[in-house]
């Protein structure tokens, strides 16, 4: 995928109603990830997380979609957990359909804002597709 469909596709997911079910598996296929890594990782073959409702995918990112008002403490949570540096995450990210807040891991830059602006910061997360 380009940087034009990657920002279309987040920006398409951002409009949408919040599913903190789904969100995950939607914000990685806006990257560009296959149907089949998406069914793995939703089957839990390859998500390597330790956290309830999490999703770790190796060498790229652990995120997680908390309660509302929990984002800040969700993102320390992900920051702290031994998985999320065993499994080598590149970006850490957190939200609860009000808030959305990530971090590059190598770089320490964040990101924190409000759900529907997360498209503005779609180069952020370029390296992940």
Known sequence: ???????????RLAEQPF???DFPYAFLE???NKATTLQRLKSGNTN???????VLQHNNVHMAVCPIGEATHMLAT???????????AKY????DGEDFQAEDL???????CAYQDFPNHFGFFLPLA
């Not at 190598?106 to 924190?112: V, W």
Request: hydrophobic share 40%; no cysteine; proline share 2%.
């Open 1 to 11: 995928m380009n940087a034009l469909e990657i920002e279309e596709a987040i920006s």
């Open 19 to 21: 599913n903190a079910a």
């Open 30 to 32: 806006a990257f560009g």
């Open 48 to 54: 390597k997380t330790d956290i309830n409702g999490a």
């Open 78 to 88: 992900l920051k702290r957990n031994p998985a999320t540096t065993r499994q080598k």
């Open 92 to 95: 850490i990210l957190a939200t």
């Open 106 to 112: 190598s770089s320490g830059e964040t990101i924190a």
